[in-house]
């Protein structure tokens, strides 16, 4: 339990209960349409606690190795589809677990893709990442990787376009 000073930040802190990432904002990781219809408490909701952790710990380890990031949504380019998706979502699938809020598409600012394709499936290898354990085949992605969770005791699942 944790420790409060009034009633105030006991409710304020109640609102805040959920885990958000130290490295990405809200609308790297969620659809305008989404955020903008049910809002931001509500959308981070929606996003897996596990997997958003998950990021967190891809995105340091990348940078101890490369001293760069790496992008999710780049709304400046009309990006925005790589995290959550709305139910009708142009972009991808319509069965995508992009609609779970538990898989993210990846792309390395310094445009090392295959780089970070294999680096997460080290990572998953290893048992450093708590839920995200499903790739898609890096050349049937090619500009982004594809990072998320399904139920499978294969760690990681690759899955073939
Ligand atoms: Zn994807």
Known sequence: MFKYKSYAELLKRNCELMYKTKYYELKELAHPQIIRTIGVRNTWRRLDED??????????????VHKSGIYVNRLDLGIDSRGLRPPNDPDGSFYSTHKNGNTFDLEPVN?????????IIELCKSGKLKK????????????WVHAGYMNTYKNPLVIYL
Do not use: A, V
């Open 111 to 119: 445009g090392k893709l295959r780089e970070l394709y294999n680096f």
């Open 132 to 143: 995200i354990n499903t790739l898609e085949n890096f050349e049937d992605t090619l500009r």
């Open 51 to 64: 997997c958003l952790r998950d990021l967190d710990t891809i995105r340091e380890e990348w940078f101890k």
